[in-house]
């Protein structure tokens, strides 16, 4: 295998690994006890949520490096305000298609996107630095180098 192909392939896990891990929590707490779902529901979602999650987390950790490495400043307002946005803007729509596909209906439905708005623009960061520590733990930089900077 090539160094090339080696370092897709950690992006790759490394990134998977990232937002099934926190995303699973964060989807789950914010279905039964912000949305009100059944557990039955939050179930269903989490396990539709489980493949698409696998299928869009690489293409979100592009798309974060992208957003993080073109308007993100050095400050931590900056990277705290691009990381939310990256987030709320790729994932909200996602998450929608899921927990309408679960079975989220009307109030539950409204609920459930004006929270994931809310969630995922609070969780932004966080969810930013630890993408960024799983990546250091694959021996990848972090996103948002600027293209000229060492690492990136």
């Known amino acids: 295998m090539t160094n090339t192909n080696s ?3 950690r992006e790759f ?4 690994l990232a937002l099934v891990l926190f995303f699973t929590l964060a989807g789950a707490l914010n279905e039964r006890f912000i949305v009100g779902m059944s557990w039955e529901e939050v179930l269903r979602a989490r396990l539709i949520g489980a493949p698409l999650m696998v299928l869009t987390a690489r293409p979100y950790g592009i798309w974060r490096s992208w957003l993080m490495a073109r308007f993100a400043g050095d400050g931590r307002v900056s990277q705290g305000l691009w990381d ?3 987030l709320l803007l790729f994932q909200v729509p996602i998450y929608v ?3 309408w596909t679960s079975g989220a209906r009307g109030g539950e439905l409204l609920l459930g996107a004006l929270g994931a708005v809310a969630y995922m623009f609070l969780l932004g960061r966080p969810y930013g630095v630890f993408l960024d520590w799983v ?4 021996s990848l930089p972090p996103g ?5 900077s060492p690492g990136g």
Request: charged share 15%.
């Open 13 to 16: 896990i490394a990134d998977t």
């Open 135 to 138: 990546r250091a733990l694959f």
């Open 97 to 99: 298609s899921i927990i």
């Open 84 to 86: 939310s946005l990256a």
């Open 7 to 9: 370092s897709t392939t």
């Open 144 to 148: 948002g180098q600027k293209p000229m």
